[in-house]
């Protein structure tokens, strides 16, 4: 019987079988296809019951790590461009094995004085790598989805609480309608959290004008003077997933002073502008917001699941957060209990990978990864415009490609087939990783830039491998027509 307290000292070879796998994997997986051939159906191979017995924790382990490099997508690698995802820092990495022997609950301080002094501090020198005022404090999420929800509570709970109405206590209902003001690049995650928040889908309003999203800055202020005072939330979109543009902060953050609302910043990658002054007119603004969120998972390149979200402290309602019982130690300036100001309960102490990649590379040394993606960023642009069967869809403000394949003899109608087409080659060719999405009505290319370890030569990849793909999904087209 392999009860873990009689078989304590397999530990030592379980940590160093998970050791040898991991950096057997990291030295290869830049070169590997991102998805393996073959990977989606060897996972099978993970038996779908459970055993009675167990095979004890070397078994185990090597069992894991062998199927998990055989079938793990090389989303951390260097040529994964799709949706927005980062990579892990060295730095970050080893932190993070730390965090899980050392596993803090980073609930109350009492639980965990280290893992709270360490949210703190990376709280604090996040806040300082942003160069948001010192007025706003903050609390570290799973991610950009869930720094948007807790920044948004705040926001409603302030609206109630100017309505006289506590929304914790007392439930939406209570509240009534509460208008949320955005352009059309409004992130599907923010209008979740509205979602899960009691606000609701349908509050919503994405005062656009264009069909990329673009806001209509007159329109927001015709809204806001039409509610006369009564309180709103303005959401400003700072990188839009698709061609990574920005709303106009500083203008809404105006209007937000000016008729007394609540704005929010979503910079989940978009805030990383601020820190080169190549980009930081960009995010200009985010500094005078009521709150800003921000992912680490993306461009800080720590590994999931991080988020953090900011909220200037003297607005900053926790009522909703507020967990009253018995055996709970309340929350206090000096010595937070974070349950008080998060969703969860116990948390896992996230804040060890931001705390050692800030500390092993500083501010110049992710100020550095930032502008060397805008530099490729610009040299990808500069390839596709250069590809006579390419046309780029969009401006390329900070990290995002947009453009599509427009092969010269096409009809704009079989436009948005044959660029599917071309995504599902790309995906199962796997070289370079980059998926489709729509913008602007038009089917598109939207990679992103965001992997510490990505270069020139992963970049002129992904051009060369979609003109490559292009030509045989032309010629098929060709073959099929007879
Ligand atoms: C990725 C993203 C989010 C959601 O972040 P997760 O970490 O995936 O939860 C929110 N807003 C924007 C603009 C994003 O790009």
Request: aromatic content about 6%; proline content about 5%; glycine content about 8%.
């Amino acid at each position: 019987m392999a009860d873990p307290r009689d078989r304590i000292d397999e530990l030592g070879e379980a940590l160093e079988l998970a050791d040898r796998a991991a950096r057997d994997y990291l030295r290869d997986f830049a070169d590997d296809p991102v998805q393996p051939a073959g990977s989606v159906e060897r996972l099978d191979a993970f038996a779908p019951s459970l055993p009675e017995d167990g095979k004890g924790a070397p078994a185990a382990v090597a069992e894991l790590a062998r199927l998990g490099i055989e079938s793990a997508t090389r989303s951390s690698g260097p040529r994964f461009f799709h949706f927005v995802i980062g990579g892990t820092t060295p730095a970050a990495l080893a932190a993070d094995w730390l965090t899980s022997a050392l596993d803090q609950n980073v609930g109350l301080w009492v639980a965990s004085p280290l893992g709270t002094r360490l949210e703190m501090v990376a709280i604090e020198w996040l806040r300082e790598l942003f160069e948001l005022p010192p007025a706003f404090g903050g609390v570290l999420t799973s991610g950009g989805t869930m720094a948007n929800f807790v920044a948004l509570s705040a926001a409603r709970d302030w609206c109630g609480q100017r309505r006289g109405v506590r929304v914790g206590d007392r439930g939406m209902a209570a509240l009534g309608d509460l208008p949320v003001l955005t352009s059309g690049h409004i992130h599907a995650s923010a209008v979740k959290s509205l979602a899960l928040l009691g606000v609701g889908r349908d509050s919503v309003r994405r005062l656009s004008g264009d069909e990329s999203g673009t806001l209509d800055l007159g329109a927001l202020e015709r809204e806001l003077v039409a509610l006369e005072g009564r309180p709103a939330i303005i959401v400003a979109n700072a990188g839009e997933v698709n061609s990574g543009a920005f709303d106009p902060i500083d203008a809404m953050a105006d209007l937000a002073e000016r008729h007394g609302a609540w704005l929010h910043v979503d910079g989940a990658f978009g805030l990383f502008a601020r820190l080169s002054p190549r980009s930081a007119h960009l995010a200009a603004g985010a500094e005078r917001a009521s709150s800003v969120s921000a992912d680490g998972h993306k461009w800080l390149n720590v590994p999931h699941d991080v988020g953090f979200a900011f909220i200037r402290r003297p607005d900053w309602v926790t009522d909703s957060y507020a967990e009253a019982s018995a055996y709970l130690t309340a929350d206090d300036e000096a010595h937070p209990s974070f349950t008080h100001r998060a969703p969860e309960g116990s948390r896992r102490a996230r804040a060890l990978v931001v705390w050692a990649t800030l500390a092993a590379y500083g501010r110049r040394g992710h100020r550095a990864v930032v502008e060397r993606h805008l530099e490729l960023a610009q040299r990808l642009a500069r390839r596709i415009d250069a590809e006579p069967h390419f046309e780029r869809l969009a401006e390329v403000p900070l990290n995002i490609v947009c453009f599509r394949w427009h092969p010269p003899d096409a009809e704009e109608d079989a436009l948005d087939d044959l660029n599917r087409r071309l995504g599902a080659e790309l995906l199962a060719d796997g070289r370079v990783f980059a998926g489709t999405t729509v913008f602007a009505g038009k089917v598109a290319f939207r990679p992103a830039l965001v992997n510490w370890r990505t270069g020139e030569r992963d970049v002129d990849m992904l051009v060369d491998v979609l003109v490559e793909l292009a030509e045989r999904v032309s010629a098929d087209a060709a073959t099929a027509r007879g």
